[in-house]
C-alpha cells in the first residue's frame, strides 16, 4: 500500500510539475539559441538570467515581467536563461548579459539598451525599461587594460551580426 501511494505521488507530483514548466511562456534560450533571439529587429528583448534556488528571480518573473508583457504586449520578447548549476555564467558574461542574479538586460537590434541586477518592484521596472528604450540605460563597466569597455558592453552580438541587422 505504501509503495502504491508513493508512486501515486511520485507521478502527480511530476505531471504538476510538467504543467508548471508548460506554462511559463517565456522560452529558455541556450548558447546555441541566444544571437539568433537577439536579431529580431522589430521587438523589444529581455534577457532574464535567473535560477530555480532564486527567490528574487522567481518573484521578478511572477511580479515585474508579467507587467512588462502588459505594458508593451507583441512588441517584447522575454528569455530566459538558466542559471541553476551556474555552467550559464561563462558564457552569459562573455555576451555582457549579467554579473549577477536575477540579472536582464535589455536589448533592441543587437545593442545592450540597459542592465539590472537584482528584482524590481512592477513600475520601477517599467521605469527601468521606458530610461532603457529613451538612451537613459544603466550599465555595469569595468576597466579593461586601464580603459572604460562601456561601448563593447553595449554591444551584444557582435559587430559583424549588427551591421547584418542594419542593412
Avoid at 511530476?14 to 506554462?23: L, P, R, Y
Avoid at 511580479?63 to 551556474?86: C, M, N
Wanted: include cysteine; glycine fraction near 8%; charged fraction near 30%.
Amino acid at each position: 500500500m505504501k509503495i502504491i501511494i508513493a508512486l501515486l505521488f511520485a507521478v502527480t507530483s511530476t505531471v504538476s510539475f510538467a504543467q508548471e514548466k508548460a506554462k511559463d511562456p517565456h522560452p529558455f534560450v541556450t548558447e546555441k539559441t541566444l544571437d539568433e533571439k537577439l536579431t529580431d529587429k522589430d521587438r523589444i528583448i529581455i534577457v532574464d538570467v535567473g535560477a530555480e534556488w532564486c527567490g528574487w528571480c522567481k518573484k521578478l518573473e511572477a511580479e515585474s515581467l508579467p507587467v512588462a508583457e502588459k505594458q508593451y504586449g507583441d512588441q517584447l520578447r522575454i528569455y530566459h536563461i538558466d542559471d541553476t548549476e551556474g555552467g550559464a555564467r561563462g558564457w552569459v558574461q562573455a555576451h555582457h548579459v549579467t554579473y549577477s542574479l536575477p540579472g536582464i538586460t535589455l536589448v533592441r537590434n543587437g545593442r545592450v539598451l540597459s542592465r539590472s541586477h537584482g528584482y524590481r518592484e512592477p513600475e520601477a521596472f517599467l521605469n527601468w525599461i521606458r530610461d532603457g528604450l529613451n538612451g537613459k540605460g544603466e550599465f555595469h563597466t569595468k576597466e579593461k587594460n586601464g580603459e572604460d569597455d562601456t561601448e563593447e558592453t553595449k554591444m551584444i552580438l557582435s559587430k559583424e551580426q549588427i551591421e547584418k541587422l542594419e542593412k
